[in-house]
């Protein structure tokens, strides 16, 4: 099995669309595909389920599309109101994922939708917990939430590695899936 994300042909428009809309966020939703591979080929996931990963991976924020640019792209805090609307990337990612030509895309569409769920159940669109969400899911928040925090963002600095595996640590159990996190972070501690 290769270390490296298979492309898929299909795919390719959409990941275009991605980027003429949003440079920052492809270039983001590339570095989680990486990491969400990594964390799942750790797990031992077979090839078909690292593809569909990997789809979910690279298209988890594809709903932002939809997202007004004075909202994706503010420099400081959502409002509420922009922030209920900033939520909705998730379930327009799942729509826009569901209509892609490809037998899978209804799993992809769904982990998509799920990639904002916390374990302990606070997290959105559906409130979902534990062993409800979706591993595809519980893997790309994973990989979402890091890279999130070591990019720049109009809102933040890029935070360390140490400063991002403490607050992950500290989120083990209630955003994200303890053996999950556990298990990224012994592999994050030997590429460092």
Not at 44 to 54: D, I, R
Request: hydrophobic share 40%; net charge negative.
């Amino acid at each position: 099995m290769s270390d490296a994300i298979p492309e898929h042909p299909t795919l390719d428009p959409l990941f275009v669309a991605l980027s003429e809309r949003c440079v920052e966020t492809h270039e983001h939703c590339d570095r989680v595909g990486q990491l969400a591979w990594m964390l799942g080929t750790a797990c031992g996931l077979p090839a078909n389920e690292l593809e569909l990963l990997a789809a979910a991976a690279r298209f988890h924020d594809i709903g932002k599309i939809g997202i007004p640019d004075a909202v994706l792209h503010k420099p400081g805090r959502l409002d509420a109101d922009e922030r209920d609307l900033m939520m909705t990337h998730s379930e327009r990612g799942e729509r826009i994922f569901a209509a892609v030509p490809c037998d899978q895309a209804s799993a992809v569409a769904t982990a998509i939708r799920h990639h904002h769920e916390w374990f302990d159940g606070a997290g959105y669109p559906d409130g979902l917990h534990g062993e409800q969400i979706p591993l595809l899911s519980r893997i790309v928040s994973l990989a979402d939430s890091y890279d999130a925090m070591a990019s720049t963002r109009p809102y933040q600095r890029p935070r360390t590695h140490e400063d991002i595996m403490r607050i992950m640590r500290e989120e083990r159990g209630r955003k994200s899936d303890p053996r999950l996190y556990d298990l990224f972070e012994q592999l994050t501690e030997q590429r460092a």
